[in-house]
């Protein structure tokens, strides 16, 4: 379930710097995401695998350098199916207030 | 404070229940363009790409790079919808469609040569994720998104 993947990879806090990295700018190799963390090189191609199975980050081959982008595709996803049904439903109980109010009054 | 400016190469990947005959079907061919590109039929003919809007207005006209059915097409970009973005310069789309296991497409579009065009840029950022957004409902439902 790639849903399943993605709230995982997003269960992490270096996980989520380095997507902030990519959101600043994208298209970064491994030395410069790893220049800016605490972390083993091995430990930081651990996290992008992670980010990259998930969906959340594509590479590119440039040359004979391999580039990190951030896909925003599977965010919008999860977007759409688990956080914009809630706010319509929060919105639509605001309207029914308003409504009940109005009537009231 | 660090100010967001939008991506000079941007990257989109998506998963669709779909062939990726389907995928390029969906496209290139404007009974299904019509239904998920900002309603704009898009027509692929003498090499080049052009779009329409709902009206008939040209919305895009640009040279194909490469047609490889169904598996790679690039095109120039050049949005004329809008006279701040059709002076910018040309910009390029790639779209790849790779089949995976399961009757699953993998489709990546990569839109790049963006840095002579930051208000194209900014423009398409959210544009490519509605319309990919609605491309995967409509393939995988036969519906198009509400809205």
Redesign the interface.
């Known amino acids: 379930m790639?849903d399943d993947r993605v709230f995982k990879a997003l269960a992490d806090p270096t996980r989520r710097f380095l997507l902030d990295r990519l959101?600043?700018?994208?298209?970064r190799t491994l030395s410069e995401l790893e220049s800016e963390l605490e972390m083993t090189r091995f430990g930081v191609m651990k996290h992008l695998r992670l980010l990259e199975d998930a969906?959340l980050v594509?590479t590119?081959r440039s040359g004979r350098e391999k580039l990190h982008?951030?896909?925003?595709?599977?965010i919008?996803?999860i977007h759409?199916r688990w956080i914009d049904k809630y706010r319509e439903r929060y919105v639509s109980a605001l309207a029914d207030l308003k409504n009940e109010l109005e009537e009231t009054a | 404070m660090t100010t967001m400016t939008a991506q000079t190469t941007q990257v989109y990947q998506l998963f669709i229940k779909a062939t990726p005959e389907r995928v390029w079907d969906a496209i290139t061919k404007s009974e299904f363009t019509t239904r998920y590109f900002f309603a704009s039929r898009i027509e692929m003919t003498d090499g080049r790409r052009r779009a329409y809007g709902p009206n008939g207005e040209l919305w895009g006209d640009s040279a194909i790079l490469e047609e490889d059915p169904p598996r790679r097409l690039v095109h120039e970009w050049q949005g004329l919808y809008d006279p701040d973005l059709a002076a910018e310069t040309t910009s390029r789309v790639t779209w790849e469609i790779e089949p995976q296991d399961g009757g699953i497409t993998k489709l990546t579009l990569i839109h790049d040569h963006l840095e002579g065009a930051p208000k194209t840029a900014e423009s398409v950022a959210g544009g490519w994720m509605l319309v990919l957004s609605g491309l995967k409902t409509l393939l995988e439902t036969g519906q198009p998104l509400a809205g």
């Open positions: 790639t959101y600043e700018r994208d298209g969906g594509v590119r982008y951030l896909n925003p595709v599977p919008r996803l759409d």
